[in-house]
């Protein structure tokens, strides 16, 4: 079975700052792997996706994943944090098409 | 075009009451998924239908849980009777394809609380 981990269930940066969320999967195929943001009282939103097509994978609002496989990881990265990218992340493998998520991040963004 | 909207956005009953969620898909999307995130946990994977037949039902966690989909559109998830545990917030998505990379589109979830 896969599975997924995410590190830290909270994150904060400062406005401007580097934004970083760490992903590692466990895979025993290929892996297709997601993140998907959502902010408050709204659904789960798609960020990006990796389908194997290249390793380096530019989604919406400017932000980014790199898929490693030698470190099982997707991690997410935003190079200047803005007030409007506090919201949770949530990073995901699909299995024979559902969706195994990682436990999710909180990202708070300072002023 | 219209997202994926759920109903109601909350719900709050007691132990032992039945509650019946609702999911409306996007229009076109065959498949539809049911998933649940109880607090502090991850959110998991229920089911899924493509139509209205039942593809993948793994996730239902017993069989106080009944989802539906009658004639392929709209889906009902019902709890009876619903227990303490089954508080938390039932997301519903649907995408047009069912491969491994088609993203799934997401509803604004139900918050359903058991007291």
């Known amino acids: 079975a896969q599975s997924v981990t995410q590190l830290g269930s909270h994150v904060s940066v400062s406005e401007g700052a580097l934004v970083l969320l760490r992903c590692n999967y466990s895979?025993?195929?290929?892996?297709?792997l997601f993140w998907y943001v959502q902010y408050p009282n709204q659904g789960l939103q798609l960020l990006l996706k990796?389908?194997?097509?290249?390793?380096l994978v530019k989604g919406i609002n400017g932000f980014e994943a790199e898929f490693k496989k030698s470190e099982t990881s997707f991690h997410l990265t935003k190079p200047s944090a803005h007030m409007s990218d506090a919201a949770e992340y949530f990073c995901?493998?699909?299995?024979?098409?559902?969706?195994?998520f990682g436990q999710g991040t909180e990202l708070s963004v300072k002023p | 075009e219209a997202g994926v909207t759920q109903f109601p956005s909350h719900s709050v009953i007691e132990k032992g009451q039945t509650v019946t969620l609702r999911c409306d898909p996007i229009s076109g999307h065959d498949n539809l998924y049911w998933y649940r995130r109880v607090m502090g946990k991850e959110i998991k994977f229920l089911l899924h239908?493509?139509?209205?037949?039942?593809?993948?039902e793994s996730g239902m966690p017993n069989n106080r849980f009944l989802a539906e989909r009658t004639g392929g559109t709209y889906s009902t998830l019902k709890v009876q009777p619903a227990e303490l545990e089954d508080s938390g917030v039932y997301f519903c998505a649907s995408s047009q394809l069912a491969p491994r990379e088609a993203e799934q589109f997401f509803g604004p979830g139900t918050r359903l609380t058991v007291l």
């Open positions: 995901a493998v699909s299995e024979k098409g559902k969706l195994i």
């Open positions: 990796y389908t194997s097509a290249a390793t």
């Open positions: 895979s025993s195929v290929p892996p297709y």
């Open positions: 239908f493509v139509k209205e037949s039942k593809q993948d």
